[in-house]
């Protein structure tokens, strides 16, 4: 049995920036023998409820930045994604949400400064973390994709 975290809204949590959530059952079947362990940053560090963000190309490096206030919102991110897997160090699977600025594995837009889409392929800021800590990720659409072929 794989222990797997997954982002809370596509079990169904009611975390994603306006209070609905992504619930993939396809995605939740296809792990219903591993031991599912829900993460959202972005509730965690300014709630639900929020403004959305947007992962920019900056002097410092790819930021979030607030779509409303242009405030790097990065660092509460960055520090729940270490605090998080510090304290979850046995995770052998990291599903996230596609698109997301936290989550996206390989579908993260990242933006200039004049919010044109420099690349569509990017890497949310915790889909980061997992990446340096050596864990197997996927995006959950193309995690049921595959997870629908050994059908």
């Known amino acids: 049995m794989k222990r797997v975290a997954v982002s809370a809204c596509l079990l169904g ?66 520090r729940y994604a270490h605090d998080f897997f510090d304290s979850h160090g046995d995770i052998d699977l990291f599903v996230g949400k596609d698109r997301s600025p936290s989550c996206g594995v390989k579908s993260a837009r990242i933006y200039d400064a004049q919010k044109r889409v420099l690349d569509s392929s990017g890497k949310g800021l915790m889909a980061q973390e997992a990446e340096n800590r050596g864990i197997a990720s996927w995006d959950a659409e193309e995690f049921v994709k595959a997870y629908k072929g050994h059908l």
């Open 13 to 78: 949590e009611k975390c994603r920036y306006d209070g609905s959530d992504n619930c993939n059952a396809l995605l939740i079947e296809a792990l219903a023998n591993d031991t599912i362990i829900p993460f959202c940053p972005e509730d965690f560090a300014f709630a639900t409820p929020r403004p959305t963000m947007d992962l920019v190309e900056t002097a410092d490096g790819i930021r979030a930045i607030s779509s409303l206030t242009g405030e790097d919102l990065s660092a509460p991110v960055i």
